[in-house]
Structure formats: structure tokens, C-alpha cells
């Protein structure tokens, strides 16, 4: 998997969380929206009604674009939920 990551930030511990089905590193202190982005995720929904592709819109928790669901619980906004260690996230692709 891609991590696009900027090298030289300091971060907290690395940990493992699992997108679709894969394994997908991530850090402590970062969101599952940081996370995604790092690693290549540009998709994380479709509209219902027209199917067209929804991801990061304005990263603070106002648009709605990058509803996912996180451990079975659907409609989570991925800008504004912190990642966790084992926690399993669905995205459309």
C-alpha cells in the first residue's frame, strides 16, 4: 500500500488499521481521514441517488463527503473520528 505521507513529521505510534479488508498503517493522533488520504484512499462514498464518487471536501466536519463506516456503524465522518489500533473501516471503491 502507498503512504503518502510527509517523511520528516513527527508522529505518534504506528498502528494497524484495516480498510476494506486490507491492512493499512496509521498513527496515533491522526484521523481516519488522515489516514485514508495517506494511504492512496480518494473514494470513501457514492451518492445515492446519481452514484457519482464523494471523498475529502472541506476536512472539518461540515460537508458530510466522507461519511464511512467504522466498525459496523455507518455514516462516520472520517475528518472528525481518530484512528485506533485494529479499528475497520469500509469505503466505497
Known sequence: MVDLRIASVSRGAK???VVNGQACSAFEGETVHAALLAGGYRVLRKTVKTGQPRGIFC???VCYDCL???DGVTNQR???TMVKGGMEIRVDE
Request: net charge neutral; aromatic share 0%.
Open 59 to 61: 476536512g472539518m466536519g
Open 68 to 70: 464511512v463506516t467504522i
Open 78 to 80: 472520517a475528518c472528525m
Open 15 to 17: 498502528i494497524t488499521i
